[in-house]
């Protein structure tokens, strides 16, 4: 009797019988069907086989192999007519003979694989369920959305594998890798996610804390781990911040803007801001920005850190470009305002920052507690300072500004933003595209861009937009 790995060719027969195997219903279904699997023998099952070009040894210990694997019921053996012996024409797998022609190819059994996984997963989510079940996503309390400490998009994402794996009897890629390494490493990465709550860490400090390395996430778990965000986490983060799903997709289309979301920072950040802040640090020192005419940057440890004392201002203004801050901060600015940096969509330790200084007006002026309510921001503070944004006039500063107002500040308005702007600046209008005409028509059907309104409608009418660089020139 020939070792199967003498004839190349004939594994070859033998794994695409099993590939076609576990691809079938009976495989799915855990039964046997009257249609059993086989495999044509063509040229492109066996290069050289029909054509003759095979090796006349190779070709004669490819059937003898065969033969064997029939003698002892692995296979049944289809010969063309009047070529016996000479010509193969199908192979078909014996159903009593699958579990033996995984042992004789040493091919792990697809239903081990998949028992294997869900095992996985079962054990995965109940590392997940030990956690603390009122921790934090990037900021947002979960206890409202998640059940027993699993949050939603978890389950929901554990739920389409198992149903996948049910329906299909294979892994779905697409959810989760088919390499067991590479699974470990994602399972782990969404561990850290859970895990880390609602504290900010560099990318590469997260990577080396729950993946063992600096550049593990980078290389090897960071698509996978932000496609899972973008088709579980964010739905859910959508509906847990009262959001848009399709105008918070815009909001986080950059994937360093969707991991700085959920607390994983690529680079390095600051916020930038101007006015007459007084703050205590928790040393018990006293910062008085007053001090820094022309403003100052704090690490986004520290403004978390410290506890506002003293903010005596008539409106804060943020502003979306570094060019038109510098000019404003310089020039324009009153010493009863404070001037803060966005650099675009506001980060999230800039939405903590302007929350912050919300919540020490808000207390204030009598407008009584932090200025939050469970699902969402209490917008009814009509004595509290004023937010404006100046922006970009186009889709972006839109979404920029409505970007505040769902996750810092409700009552935040625009500045230097009117259409009338678009008339003026004529000569600095950037024309846009149909499929950009038609983005900002829909935004004149959504409630929550009614302030948007004017200006959408101006935007529509000049047919272009216009960048905050134009004021400067």
Not at 458 to 465: I, S, V
Request: aromatic share 10%.
């Amino acid at each position: 009797m020939l070792k199967l790995s003498t004839s190349a060719e004939a594994q070859s027969v033998l794994h695409q019988l099993l590939d076609k195997y576990e691809a079938s219903s009976a495989f799915v279904r855990g039964q046997t069907t009257a249609r059993r699997v086989q495999v044509n023998i063509t040229e492109a099952v066996v290069p050289g086989y029909r054509s003759g070009w095979l090796d006349p040894d190779a070709r004669r210990i490819f059937h003898r192999v065969l033969q064997d694997c029939s003698d002892r019921g692995l296979i049944e053996l289809q010969w063309v007519r009047f070529e016996q012996g000479n010509l193969l024409n199908r192979v078909f797998l014996q159903w009593d003979g699958v579990d033996a022609a995984y042992t004789l190819l040493d091919r792990p059994r697809r239903v081990d694989v998949l028992e294997d996984l869900l095992q996985e997963l079962a054990d995965f989510e109940t590392r997940v369920l030990g956690l603390h079940p009122k921790a934090e996503l990037a900021g947002v309390d979960r206890t409202d959305v998640e059940v027993g400490g699993l949050p939603l998009w978890v389950g929901w994402w554990l739920d389409d594998i198992r149903q996948h794996i049910h329906d299909k009897g294979k892994i779905p890629s697409s959810l989760i890798p088919l390499e067991s390494d590479q699974r470990e490493s994602l399972l782990a990465a969404v561990y850290g996610l859970l895990h880390h709550g609602e504290d900010a860490l560099g990318k590469r400090l997260f990577s080396r804390r729950y993946l063992g390395g600096s550049k593990v996430f980078e290389q090897q778990v960071a698509g996978k781990f932000i496609g899972l965000l973008r088709r579980y986490w964010l739905p859910e983060y959508a509906q847990k911040q009262h959001r848009n799903p399709s105008a918070l997709r815009e909001f986080l289309v950059e994937d360093d803007l969707l991991l700085a979301e959920v607390g994983i920072e690529v680079s390095h950040e600051d916020v930038t801001f101007c006015g007459p802040l007084v703050a205590k640090l928790p040393e018990g020192q006293i910062l008085d920005c007053r001090s820094f005419r022309y403003g100052l940057a704090l690490d986004t440890a520290a403004v978390d850190a410290m506890t506002v004392v003293d903010l005596p201002v008539r409106q804060i203004l943020s502003i979306e470009n570094k060019a038109n801050y510098r000019h404003y901060v310089q020039c324009e600015r009153q010493p009863d305002e404070l001037v803060v940096y966005l650099a675009g969509f506001a980060s999230p330790a800039m939405r903590r920052f302007l929350r912050k200084l919300r919540a020490f007006l808000a207390t204030e002026t009598g407008c009584g507690g932090s200025g939050f309510v469970l699902g969402g921001l209490d917008s009814n503070y009509s004595k509290l300072t004023q937010l404006k944004h100046w922006g970009d006039l186009d889709y972006g500063g839109i979404l920029i500004l409505q970007g505040l107002r769902d996750t810092a500040w409700p009552e935040a308005v625009p500045w230097r933003m009117e259409p009338e702007r678009l008339e003026e600046y004529a000569q600095y209008l950037e024309p846009f595209t149909e499929d950009y005409r038609h983005k900002l028509a829909q935004l004149l059907e959504q409630d929550e861009y009614g302030w948007a309104r004017p200006l959408v409608q101006g935007l529509l009418h000049t047919g272009g937009t216009l960048e905050q660089e134009a004021f400067l020139v």
